[in-house]
């Protein structure tokens, strides 16, 4: 669920309305991928926001901007991908202006559908179009290296393992 939000300066007469209905239409194993457009002052996602995110079956959220609640979350096992904290929210700082569209998060285009997948190491977008060929790519990678992890453990040297899997 690709979402655009963008700073305001002043708070608006009726605040929250598209942030409230980008929650509420997420979906069960949606992933919700916002751009702040690199906004320092917006403070978009927190504890509220992921507790109805994980009641309607949303697996995560990536937010290239500020969370706050951060601790809550964290307890609440709510995968979140985030730039960085504050302890404000976005009334009067932000806005979301469109949801369920083409962004650019990160300097990644995510598009509606898209796969994203993140982990400790971060995060990757797979394009609906290229998915099976990128997910059978990356099954063929991980037995390589599973190969290559083996070899190494039973003794062979790093030089024979990269000469025989071409995988480091």
């Given at each position: 669920?690709p979402?655009l939000?963008l700073e305001?300066?002043e708070?608006?007469?009726?605040p929250?309305?598209?942030e409230?209905?980008v929650?509420d239409?997420l979906k069960?194993d949606d992933v919700?991928?916002?751009?702040?457009n690199?906004?320092?002052?917006i403070c978009?996602?927190?504890e509220?926001?992921?507790?109805?995110?994980?009641?309607?079956?949303?697996?995560?959220?990536?937010?290239d901007?500020?969370i706050?609640?951060?601790?809550?979350?964290?307890?609440?096992?709510f995968?979140i991908f985030?730039?960085?904290?504050s302890?404000?929210?976005?009334?009067?700082?932000g806005?979301v202006?469109?949801?369920n569209?083409?962004?650019?998060?990160g300097?990644?285009?995510?598009?509606p559908g898209d796969?994203?997948?993140?982990?400790?190491?971060?995060?990757?977008?797979i394009?609906k179009?290229?998915?099976n060929?990128v997910?059978?790519?990356a099954?063929?990678?991980?037995q390589?290296?599973?190969?290559?992890r083996?070899a190494l453990?039973e003794g062979?040297?790093l030089?024979?393992?990269y000469?025989?899997?071409?995988?480091?």
């Amino acid at each position: 669920m690709p979402v655009l939000c963008l700073e305001v300066f002043e708070i608006p007469e009726e605040p929250y309305q598209q942030e409230i209905a980008v929650v509420d239409s997420l979906k069960q194993d949606d992933v919700l991928v916002c751009s702040t457009n690199g906004s320092t002052r917006i403070c978009f996602w927190g504890e509220l926001l992921s507790t109805a995110a994980m009641a309607r079956g949303a697996r995560g959220a990536i937010i290239d901007g500020f969370i706050r609640d951060s601790r809550k979350i964290m307890e609440m096992s709510f995968p979140i991908f985030t730039t960085g904290l504050s302890p404000v929210d976005s009334n009067g700082r932000g806005e979301v202006v469109a949801y369920n569209v083409p962004i650019e998060c990160g300097g990644v285009t995510v598009n509606p559908g898209d796969i994203v997948f993140g982990d400790a190491d971060g995060v990757v977008v797979i394009p609906k179009d290229v998915e099976n060929a990128v997910i059978h790519a990356a099954l063929e990678k991980v037995q390589g290296e599973n190969k290559t992890r083996e070899a190494l453990r039973e003794g062979a040297t790093l030089r024979e393992v990269y000469d025989k899997y071409g995988i480091l």
